[in-house]
């Protein structure tokens, strides 16, 4: 790595718990809060983001993540440790951050850009292409009080966004904003990354980590616990969620914490992957565009669990998910009702995907979501290759049918 544009180390943030009068007296006099009354929400915190880098930070609720944007952007100060930023800065944060209600979304503007190092004259260079880019018609000059969240985030992205900075810091304040401005905003986060902005973003959404990062970070317990590429750090990431869930159900069965987890209540057998054919039970790891295919899988329930899911996601080399479905979404709800093996087959009449290589990665959990109840979590259970066929050659991860029609305009 060249010079790094962000360096951090030894980084930590406590807060001072409450005080009574005695104790606050004590602090107030020494000029410093008493060690044994710190609360820390980081600490031992180091890592180095190089130029033009994308990093997304990951982690539950109250893993730090904001806490440490915050210290990056400059708007909290670290109680030890360092932090080395090479050029500007621009932090889309906490929702409207810094925007005062009674003024209007213009002057919150100009506010903002002033805050920053801008002149009058910069921001009036930019003001109409942040009105335009923002969207928000007649409220831009309304007080920011009368906004929706989704209209603040507009005005907030638009704001923060009119320079290109060195680094581009976004917390999860997009999420709030509607589908159309979300695909608007990852389109500049994209321009931006392609002219050589470095990103720090945190997110809980895995597809805009896959897509937008180079490199993921994971923060639990408030330190480091995996910083590598995002499919890996993503997948340790469930999987550290599913074992601790299945501990809590299975205190002291040993968990793994790479490709499978889970509490072992129900389980996986094997998994393959097939041909069309009925009687075809070989397992196929190439398929033209197109052709059908099955993914057969045989799982083993240890006891009645009513609410047994299992579920499967197809996701390409980068780890994009391509394809996801379950066996709850498909109509098939009793799978779990009794103890024994039994085979559950998804059939893919058409595998209508781009030529690439494939994984499959698998779930059986509780209910619809691969998080609850997690019985057998199992990562990169499949790998297959998808090859163009006879058909037309064509760019993207989906093969869609097209057809097409040619004809003159008719003449007046």
Same mark, same amino acid.
């Given at each position: 790595?060249?010079?790094?544009?962000?360096?951090?180390?030894?980084?930590?943030?406590?807060?001072?718990?409450?005080?009574?009068?005695?104790?606050?007296?004590?602090?107030?006099?020494?000029?410093?809060?008493?060690?044994?009354?710190?609360?820390?929400?980081?600490?031992?915190?180091?890592?180095?983001?190089?130029?033009?880098?994308?990093? /997304?930070? +990951? #982690?539950?609720? !109250?893993?730090?993540?904001?806490? %440490?944007?915050?210290? =990056?952007?400059?708007?909290?100060?670290? $109680?030890? /440790?360092? +932090? #080395?930023?090479? !050029?500007?800065?621009?932090?889309? %944060?906490?929702?409207? =951050?810094?925007?005062?209600?009674?003024? $209007?979304?213009?002057?919150?503007?100009?506010?903002?850009?002033?805050?920053?190092?801008?002149?009058?004259?910069?921001?009036?260079?930019?003001?109409?292409?942040?009105?335009?880019?923002?969207?928000?018609?007649?409220?831009?000059?309304?007080?920011?009080?009368?906004?929706?969240?989704?209209?603040?985030?507009?005005?907030?992205?638009?704001?923060?966004?009119?320079?290109?900075?060195?680094?581009?810091?976004?917390?999860?304040?997009?999420?709030?904003?509607?589908?159309?401005?979300?695909?608007?905003?990852?389109?500049?986060?994209?321009?931006?990354?392609?002219?050589?902005?470095?990103?720090?973003?945190?997110?809980?959404?895995?597809?805009?980590?896959?897509?937008?990062?180079?490199?993921?970070?994971?923060?639990?317990?408030?330190?480091?616990?995996?910083?590598?590429?995002?499919?890996?750090?993503?997948?340790?990431?469930?999987?550290?969620?599913?074992?601790?869930?299945?501990?809590?159900?299975?205190?002291?069965?040993?968990?793994?914490?790479?490709?499978?987890?889970?509490?072992?209540?129900?389980?996986?057998?094997?998994?393959?992957?097939?041909?069309?054919?009925?009687?075809?039970?070989?397992?196929?790891?190439?398929?033209?565009?197109?052709?059908?295919?099955?993914?057969?899988?045989?799982?083993?329930?240890?006891?009645?669990?009513?609410?047994?899911?299992?579920?499967?996601?197809?996701?390409?080399?980068?780890?994009?998910?391509?394809?996801?479905?379950?066996?709850?979404?498909?109509?098939?709800?009793?799978?779990?009702?009794?103890?024994?093996?039994?085979?559950?087959?998804?059939?893919?009449?058409?595998?209508?995907?781009?030529?690439?290589?494939?994984?499959?990665?698998?779930?059986?959990?509780?209910?619809?979501?691969?998080?609850?109840?997690?019985?057998?979590?199992?990562?990169?259970?499949?790998?297959?290759?998808?090859?163009?066929?006879?058909?037309?050659?064509?760019?993207?991860?989906?093969?869609?049918?097209?057809?097409?029609?040619?004809?003159?305009?008719?003449?007046?």
């Amino acid at each position: 790595m060249s010079k790094p544009v962000i360096s951090v180390a030894g980084l930590g943030k406590a807060y001072a718990s409450a005080y009574g009068k005695k104790d606050l007296m004590r602090r107030l006099l020494s000029g410093r809060a008493d060690p044994a009354r710190l609360r820390w929400v980081l600490r031992n915190v180091s890592f180095e983001v190089g130029r033009g880098e994308a990093v /997304g930070l +990951i #982690g539950v609720n !109250g893993a730090g993540k904001s806490t %440490l944007l915050k210290m =990056l952007a400059g708007t909290t100060r670290p $109680t030890e /440790g360092s +932090i #080395g930023i090479d !050029g500007t800065i621009s932090a889309l %944060l906490e929702l409207g =951050l810094g925007f005062h209600g009674d003024f $209007t979304g213009r002057q919150n503007a100009y506010m903002s850009g002033q805050m920053t190092g801008r002149s009058r004259a910069e921001m009036d260079a930019v003001m109409d292409e942040i009105e335009a880019f923002a969207e928000v018609g007649d409220y831009f000059d309304w007080p920011v009080r009368t906004y929706s969240s989704g209209m603040q985030v507009r005005v907030a992205f638009a704001v923060a966004t009119a320079f290109k900075p060195d680094v581009l810091i976004i917390d999860e304040a997009l999420a709030v904003g509607d589908a159309y401005f979300q695909h608007k905003s990852f389109a500049r986060i994209r321009q931006f990354r392609e002219e050589g902005v470095t990103l720090l973003f945190v997110s809980h959404d895995p597809g805009a980590i896959k897509s937008l990062c180079d490199r993921a970070i994971l923060l639990s317990a408030g330190g480091v616990e995996k910083d590598g590429d995002p499919v890996e750090v993503l997948d340790y990431y469930y999987a550290l969620i599913s074992a601790r869930e299945g501990a809590a159900e299975a205190e002291g069965q040993e968990q793994d914490y790479g490709r499978r987890s889970g509490n072992g209540r129900a389980r996986m057998v094997s998994a393959q992957m097939l041909g069309a054919s009925d009687t075809n039970a070989v397992d196929q790891p190439m398929f033209r565009v197109g052709e059908p295919a099955r993914l057969r899988v045989e799982i083993e329930v240890h006891e009645p669990l009513p609410g047994l899911t299992l579920g499967m996601t197809i996701r390409d080399r980068t780890g994009y998910d391509v394809f996801g479905m379950n066996t709850r979404r498909m109509g098939f709800a009793d799978i779990g009702l009794e103890p024994g093996r039994r085979v559950v087959e998804f059939i893919l009449p058409s595998l209508a995907i781009g030529p690439g290589h494939y994984h499959i990665s698998m779930a059986l959990h509780d209910d619809d979501h691969h998080v609850a109840g997690n019985y057998d979590r199992w990562d990169q259970a499949l790998v297959f290759e998808v090859t163009f066929g006879s058909g037309v050659a064509f760019a993207g991860v989906a093969a869609l049918p097209v057809e097409m029609e040619v004809r003159p305009i008719d003449s007046v």
